[in-house]
Every structure is written in C-alpha cells, then in structure tokens.
C-alpha cells in the first residue's frame, strides 16, 4: 500500500555546514578571501549600519550623491556627527575621476563613499577609477552595491574595497530578507576604533563580528533568518552553475539590446553617459511625451521613483528579468504606450542577443 501520510519534520535552524556555505558563497561572489558579515535584513540595514558604525565626530567623508540612496547614506553619516562634503552630480550623470580627485585635494577625507550603480536612475559610477584613487590617498572605501553585483565586476580584495554591502534581490535573483556586508581588516580597524560605532543595536556590525582569519566558527550566529538564509545559499549556488561572469553578461546584454530598443522606438536613454549605464535597468527618457506618463508598473516597465517620476520610466532586466523575453515584451509594451508598430524594435533586440549568443 502506498504511503500518502506525511511526518512533519519540525524546522530545523541553519546548520554550521550550511552556514559555512553561504559564507564561502559569498566569499566567492565578492571575490574577497574575508568572510562578510550576514545581515539578518534588508540590504538597507546592512547600509545604515554601515554608516552608524563608522561615523563619528572628527571624522571626515566624501560622499557621492548620484541617486536617492547616496542621499540617504550621507545624512546617516551626518547623524553620526562626522563631517561630510557631498559630490553631488545630476541624476542623468554619473561621477567622474576628475570630480572625485578634486574633492578629495580640497577635502582631504578619511574615508569616501558612494552607490555603485543605481538602479533608480540607471546610471554606473567608474568605481574602478574611483577604488583606485582611494588607494592613492590611503582612503576607507564604502560602496553600496546591491544594484551592481551580479551585474558587473565587484572585486573586493583587488580594489582594495573597505566596506561593500550587497543584497541579492537584485541581479542574484535571490531573497531581500537577509544581504550581507563585506569588511575588510582595515574596514573592522576602522569600526573598532570608533568610540561612537553601536554595540548590542540592530545596527551594530561590531556585534556581527566573524571569527578572525581562518578560524571555522563553532555555532551559526543566532540571529540569521534561517529561511531567507536557505534561499540565499539557492540563489548564489544558481549563480555559480551559471557562472558569475555569464550572469554579468546577460545584464549586460540585456542593457544593450533594452537601449537598442528603445532608440528604434525614438526615445532615449535617460542616462546620457553610454560608457556608464546600469545593466539592471534601462531608464528611459520621458521628455514631456504624456503617452509615457504610466501610474503603475506594467510588467518590468515601470515609473520613476520619487522625484524620477514624469521624468523617466525603468525598465527592470534584472535577475531573472535579464533576458530576452523580459526585454522584448517590455520593448513591445513601450511601443504599446506610444501607439507604434513593435516589430522593428523589437528585431532591434532580438539582435544584440543573437550578436552576444
Ligand atoms: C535596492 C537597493 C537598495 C535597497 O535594498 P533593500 O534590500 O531593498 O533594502 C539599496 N541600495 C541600492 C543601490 C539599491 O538598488
């Protein structure tokens, strides 16, 4: 006789080994021999413990503003009574090397943050240039990248990157219930050498601290969601059976052939810069067309954030969505707003995908 009775196992909290993975995962994924530090939350936990464990009066940042989240990690830090000169570019224009090397002349900061890309406005900073000169200056480097991993390189050991929060809801197509926060040595140097940075808080990385070196730990760190943690550890074994570089190429072909669309249809790319664009989205000049002026998302079409709004609209190739069904049918549904014949886009896209197959 067949058994259809099911025995209900109880749930069983993250193993050590399982634990161990995840943290070689995202070893791997970062390209650091250091382990990171699991954030039991939402990426932007990760960024404003960043921030609360870092600033402290007397202390001096430049923080670049390209988007909405570089915003917001400054006053963080000036909450934290440090004292920061913003470099602030418009929001259809990524920073330069140029920009960054004077402000850091004029400043002379302890330590520079910034957004390395954005998936709100769709732009990418140089952050290889921008790593570079940090290294120059003997700077702390903080970046948030939870919009660029998964879709183009973030070598954190090579580019000596000090803090990198990550999350994996983005191009990883994994959970946004737990991220993580990449430290190096001098980046723990940094926190605990800060009177000011939180202990026994929510936002304390101090308190997150993995063993040093090599050394295995003995139990998993109670406070890691365990089920966000499982798909975590799917996400990036889905990730390395692809190939990390193969994920960043199919982001970034998905870019190419979303612009390639979108120009056969006569609109533009919101982001005038085409050496320094999102591969995650492609936003889309609106320029006063009210056919554009969409309330909600239709698909992965979607409208600008906040202050964006009216001025852009997103289209979201990323994770899953960087493929070329998402972007053709988000082509189709611009060419649906503007009253156009779809076809010829369309063929636009189909044709970066098969130069990149
Ligand atoms: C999405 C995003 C975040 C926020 O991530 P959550 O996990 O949703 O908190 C932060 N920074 C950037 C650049 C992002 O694109």
Request: net charge negative.
């Amino acid at each position: 006789m067949e058994q259809t009775e099911r025995t209900y196992k109880g749930f069983v909290p993250l193993t050590l080994p399982e634990f161990n993975t995840l943290t070689r995962q995202l070893s791997e994924l970062l390209s650091t021999q250091h382990p990171s530090v699991i954030i039991p939350g939402e990426a932007i936990l990760g960024i404003e413990a960043v921030a609360a464990g870092i600033s402290a009066p007397g202390r001096k940042f430049i923080n670049i503003v390209t988007g909405p989240y570089g915003s917001l990690f400054g006053e963080w830090l000036e909450r934290g009574g440090a004292m920061v000169a913003e470099v602030k570019v418009p929001f259809d224009e990524v920073v330069t090397a140029e920009l960054v090397a004077a402000a850091i002349d004029r400043h002379r900061p302890d330590a520079i943050s910034f957004v390395q890309a954005e998936v709100v406005t769709g732009g990418s900073n140089p952050a290889k240039a921008i790593f570079e000169l940090a290294r120059q200056h003997d700077l702390i480097t903080v970046t948030d990248s939870v919009s660029a991993v998964g879709g183009e390189p973030l070598l954190v050991d090579e580019w000596a990157v000090d803090f990198a929060a990550i999350g994996a809801q983005k191009a990883l197509a994994g959970p946004n219930g737990v991220s993580a926060v990449s430290i190096s040595p001098r980046g723990w140097a940094f926190l605990e050498s800060n009177a000011h940075a939180p202990r026994n808080s929510i936002l304390s990385l101090l308190d997150l601290k993995p063993q040093p070196g090599n050394l295995a730990p003995v139990r998993v760190p109670p406070n890691i969601p365990t089920l966000e943690a499982r798909a975590l550890i799917e996400a990036l074994a889905a990730v390395e059976e692809e190939g990390l570089d193969l994920v960043i190429r199919r982001h970034s072909t998905a870019a190419a052939s979303a612009v390639a669309g979108i120009v056969a249809l006569g609109l533009a790319p919101w982001q005038k810069d085409s050496a320094h664009r999102s591969t995650l989205t492609t936003t889309v000049r609106i320029a006063g067309n009210p056919k554009l002026g969409i309330a909600q998302p239709i698909g992965i079409v979607a409208p600008g954030d906040g202050e964006l709004r009216g001025q852009l609209l997103r289209i979201n190739h990323f994770g899953t969505n960087a493929s070329r069904d998402s972007v053709e049918a988000a082509i189709a549904t611009l060419a649906g707003l503007l009253e156009r014949y779809a076809a010829p886009a369309i063929e636009a896209v189909r044709q970066v995908w098969e130069a990149q197959a």
